[in-house]
């Protein structure tokens, strides 16, 4: 089986550099990853690097906390999408969820969407954050507000994606849907008992050792 389509080849640390996206960028085109994920100020390096290629070039939003205002993700939306971001992976204001907000949640969503149009939105729900309820919710927001994928993870929070939040969120979004998992994924067995549960993408940096048939160590 060939993961390299199901593969978002990530690379959101605070200290990247502008040659380590390039390095990233070069890694997809010869591994044919699905696309690059990076943080928006890189967007415009990233389809510079792969311009002539067929990958993607997907951007975070309000990464990695969710917290901003709604204006600044909005904002944030449209010029990585002017600088060339093919997808946006937005994260969700946990703190609003959790609270109990959830028409301002689902409103932030739906206006993330309505700036993305056709290009595909991902919402990441910081499932460690989330009581199975809590998630639960966060999917069916997720649905109501239009978005295309829901996503475990950021990486940078408590935990990353594991077997039974996915299977609850497959459950959740009920083929409305399509699921990301992110955070942890390291080898090709990992990945392979995700896909069989039905993910469709995968957020790893370790997308090398993944296809290689190695053991990677970082998100």
């Known amino acids: 089986m060939k993961l390299n389509k199901f593969i ?9 550099t502008i040659s380590e996206i390039e390095t990233l ?8 990853f699905f696309s690059v994920c990076v943080n928006s100020a890189f967007v415009p390096y990233a389809k510079d690097f792969l311009k002539g290629t067929d990958i993607n070039v997907c951007s975070v939003v309000g990464f990695p906390l969710g917290a901003m205002s709604l204006k600044s993700k909005v904002f944030e939306t449209e010029q990585a999408l002017a ?8 994260v969700i204001n946990v703190g609003l969820l959790k609270s109990g907000e959830v028409d301002k949640v689902r409103e932030e969503i739906a206006q993330i969407k309505k700036a993305c149009g056709n290009n595909v939105l991902k919402v990441i729900l910081e ?3 989330l009581t199975d309820e809590e998630k639960k919710l966060a999917c069916k927001l997720s649905v109501e507000a239009g978005a295309d994928f829901v996503k475990t993870s950021t990486g940078f929070g408590t935990g990353g994606a594991t077997l039974s939040d996915v299977q609850l969120m497959k459950e ?25 549960l039905g993910v469709e993408r995968i957020g790893t ?8 048939g190695g053991k990677g160590e970082g998100y």
Do not use: P
């Open 172 to 196: 959740a979004v009920k083929g409305k849907a399509k699921i990301k998992a992110s955070g942890g994924v390291r080898d090709f067995q990992t990945a392979k008992q995700y896909i069989d």
């Open 127 to 129: 499932t460690c954050y």
């Open 83 to 90: 600088d060339g971001a093919n997808e946006i992976d937005m």
């Open 8 to 16: 978002d080849h990530t690379l959101l640390k605070a200290n990247a």
């Open 25 to 32: 960028c070069k890694e997809a085109v010869t591994y044919d």
């Open 205 to 212: 940096s370790n997308g090398i050792a993944i296809v290689t």
